[in-house]
């Protein structure tokens, strides 16, 4: 439920190298080099209409659930449009409404897949692709958010990456 710069700019960050044939490829992009550093946190106990609003003002469409200072928990636009619980069996039918009865412990994913900052990126592409995801939270070495990485961050790296490469083969 706060709006946030995570952490600095980390200075001189190292972008995909190519090289010519014959050389070795430093491919090492680390996750904190593409990351999001603003990030729009929840609380478990927030309202989810209130946290419906407060996500589409801010354009965003992934929320990292914090309990104090622990990422307990992620919610996305999906979570909030039509939770999964609603439609649980195909004969069995739920009401839902978007309404602040229910808090966010009641639609987010509860134990949170993530990535570090010093994660390759492949290794984000990897968990994003294999559970379907659309963003992962970011973590320090010590466990603390310090940014969110999402599919539009990976696909700005894969094009500075082309970038890069027309470059290096003229």
């Known amino acids: 439920n706060d709006y946030r710069d995570l952490t600095p700019p980390r200075p001189g960050a190292a ?3 190519t090289t010519g044939p014959g050389e070795k490829e430093n491919q090492c992009v680390r996750v904190s080099e593409y990351m999001t550093r603003k990030v729009i946190t929840a ?3 927030d309202g989810v209409r209130e946290t419906f609003f407060r996500m589409r003002e801010a354009r965003i469409r992934h ?3 914090l309990q104090g200072a622990q990422l307990v928990g992620m919610l996305s ?3 909030l449009r039509r939770p999964d619980w ?3 069996a195909p004969d069995l039918s739920h009401d839902y409404q978007l309404d602040d009865n229910l808090s966010v412990s009641d639609l987010m994913s509860h134990h949170p897949v993530s990535v570090h900052t010093y994660d390759d990126l492949g290794r984000a592409c990897e968990l994003i692709n294999q559970h ?5 939270p970011v973590l320090d070495k010590g466990n603390h958010l310090v940014g969110i990485i999402s599919k539009a961050d990976l696909v700005r790296a894969f094009g500075r990456a082309l970038q890069s490469h027309r470059e290096h083969i003229g």
């Open 86 to 88: 609603v439609d649980e």
């Open 132 to 136: 379907g995801f659309g963003a992962l």
């Open 43 to 45: 609380a478990p106990e």
């Open 77 to 79: 636009d999906r979570d």
């Open 63 to 65: 929320l990292p659930v």
């Open 15 to 17: 972008t995909m190298a």
